[in-house]
């Protein structure tokens, strides 16, 4: 049973738009939702997460935006730049150092 | 500071051997986790370690799959009789006492 479910599968924006990727999770138990930005041959590299007592986190161009009631949340990239291509996984995880619950993953590609 | 490390970078391996994964944590992070990629995929949790014990080794798929943290430092994930099937990322994460966990650049098995 896939507990995180991520769309779209790719992504292609033009540089300079906004680059949305979104993703729904099923355990009401989850209380720590984390992005993580993955380039080829390289690990995961932690990008940006949020907590379910607040509905927005922003970091630069990198903003959060959480849904509790519809159990949903997504990752925006304001001001995409080619450097941005990479594939991002959305992730979920309870209480305490628990293990991450991963989505499918998005590859997003920004064109120059 | 240096960041989680893993070793070998690559690995080859006929069908039937037995394989060692390497991981070295970020200093002073308590908590180990062993994940793993496939193509196209977002990591699946293997084994967490909280100190020297695994806390949490649902995601062992089958008994081949075996993972030590004698030191409560260094953790060795052991493949038994590798299959085919076992071609993969396999990704190793530490944290400290919250929720971040830091991924190292992940070992790629290649089971011929």
């Known amino acids: 049973q896939q507990q995180v479910k991520q769309s779209p599968q790719s992504l292609i924006v033009q540089k300079g738009g906004i680059s949305i990727i979104n993703c729904a999770y099923e355990n009401t138990a989850f209380d720590y939702f984390p992005w993580y930005q993955q380039f080829p041959g390289k690990g995961p590299a932690l990008l940006i997460a949020?907590?379910?007592?607040?509905s927005e986190k922003k970091e630069g161009r990198f903003t959060i935006s959480f849904n509790k009631s519809a159990k949903q949340f997504s990752l925006h990239i304001m001001d995409s730049q080619p450097g941005d291509s990479a594939t991002y996984f959305c992730a979920a995880s309870m209480e305490g150092a628990q293990k991450l619950v991963f989505g499918q993953g998005t590859r997003l590609t920004i064109n120059p | 500071g240096a960041g989680v490390s893993q070793t070998p970078s690559n690995k080859v391996t006929e069908k039937g051997k037995y394989v060692e994964l390497r991981c070295d944590p970020i200093?002073?992070?308590?908590?180990l986790y062993w994940y793993r990629q496939s193509l196209g995929q977002g990591p699946e949790f293997l084994i967490y370690?909280?100190?020297?014990?695994?806390?949490?080794d649902s995601g062992l798929p089958n008994d081949r799959f075996f993972a030590v943290r004698p030191e409560g430092s260094v953790s060795t994930l052991k493949i038994q009789r590798t299959e085919r099937g076992d071609s993969a990322v396999y990704l190793c994460a530490s944290s400290s006492q919250g929720n971040e966990q830091f991924f190292g650049p992940g070992t790629r098995l290649t089971v011929l």
């Open positions: 949020i907590r379910p007592d607040v």
């Open positions: 370690f909280q100190g020297t014990g695994a806390a949490d």
């Open positions: 200093s002073g992070h308590t908590a």
